[in-house]
């Protein structure tokens, strides 16, 4: 990797809307310690992905932060790391 080139920030997380054309809804989960009680809790946070792949809802997928594609884009399906049981 040249100097000027960044590696594109990359997220796993589940497709749980495919109903867009070329856009699915990628929820990502993390689980941080609560500031005052100490207890773990889960966190999650939705983004749109640009979806050449073909993923359904249900999928593992990988997501990769890109230049802004529209209002809310900013992320492109990188790979599916597993598929939906169906």
Same mark, same amino acid.
């Given at each position: 990797?040249?100097?000027? /080139?960044? *590696?594109?920030?990359? @997220?796993?997380?589940? +497709? ?10 990628? %929820?990502?989960?993390? /689980?941080? *310690?609560?500031?005052? @009680?100490?207890?773990? +809790? ?10 050449? %792949? ?33």
């Amino acid at each position: 990797m040249s100097d000027n /080139q960044k *590696q594109a920030r990359t @997220l796993e997380g589940r +497709v749980i809307s495919n109903k867009m054309e070329k856009t699915v809804t990628v %929820l990502i989960e993390r /689980q941080v *310690q609560h500031p005052l @009680l100490g207890k773990i +809790v889960r966190r999650s946070t939705k983004l749109h992905a640009q979806d050449d %792949l073909g993923a359904n809802e249900g999928d593992v997928v990988r997501i990769a932060e890109c230049r802004p594609l529209s209002k809310t884009k900013h992320h492109r399906v990188v790979e599916i790391v597993t598929r939906a049981e169906a």
